[in-house]
């Protein structure tokens, strides 16, 4: 079973790539389950404007683009989703790369590792909303992260506790593809 970890933010100098490297690192640690990172800066996904709706392409799209992001997911059983939060909600460009695909999120389920200044709590609650639309279960535990008590001197350096949080999140995760 592979797990896509699903690096959301695209911001040059972004501190997304840290944290992904950390959920990596520890799922590399674990036996059972293979883990991917899909970055979503690599995959240059355009704005969702195909004449057909996602939902309804069969995984055919127009786009190069959007066809490789499409295959990248669907090759995936669950999801953690590394998201910051932009101005109380998910950001942009993530949202549009869910919304760009239909059938490859369906069903799936999913975790949250969040950032922000308020540790990223509101852009969770959004994505919970979002991918119920394509009955996601979202896992319960989630590791929320503060811009101001997890970096020091501007690099990542999670407190102790936030490793137990994600160790929750991976046994959660897993278990619901058990």
């Not at 699903?6 to 690192?25: H, P, Q, T, Y």
């Not at 991917?36 to 069969?58: H, I, K, Q, R, Y």
């Not at 919304?99 to 799936?108: F, I, M, P, S, T």
Request: hydrophobic content about 45%; overall charge negative; aromatic content about 12%.
């Amino acid at each position: 079973m592979k797990i896509g970890i699903f690096l959301g933010s695209i911001r040059k100098g972004r501190v997304g790539e840290a944290i992904a490297r950390w959920v990596s690192d520890a799922a590399e640690k674990r036996d059972g389950f293979e883990y991917e990172l899909l970055d979503l800066s690599e995959f240059n996904v355009p704005l969702l404007d195909a004449e057909m709706v996602p939902g309804a392409a069969n995984k055919q799209y127009e786009d190069e683009a959007t066809t490789a992001w499409s295959k990248a997911v669907d090759a995936c059983d669950a999801f953690i989703f590394i998201t910051p939060e932009y101005n109380h909600s998910v950001p942009g460009a993530m949202k549009n790369a869910f919304d760009v695909l239909g059938a490859e999120w369906a069903g799936k389920p999913v975790a949250f590792v969040s950032y922000g200044a308020d540790n990223g709590l509101r852009a969770v609650e959004h994505w919970r909303q979002i991918v119920a639309n394509f009955s996601m279960f979202g896992v319960r535990n989630q590791v929320a992260l503060s811009l101001f008590e997890d970096f020091a001197d501007g690099a990542f350096a999670p407190r102790e506790q936030k490793n137990q949080s994600l160790e929750n999140v991976l046994n959660d995760l897993e278990q619901a593809l058990s």
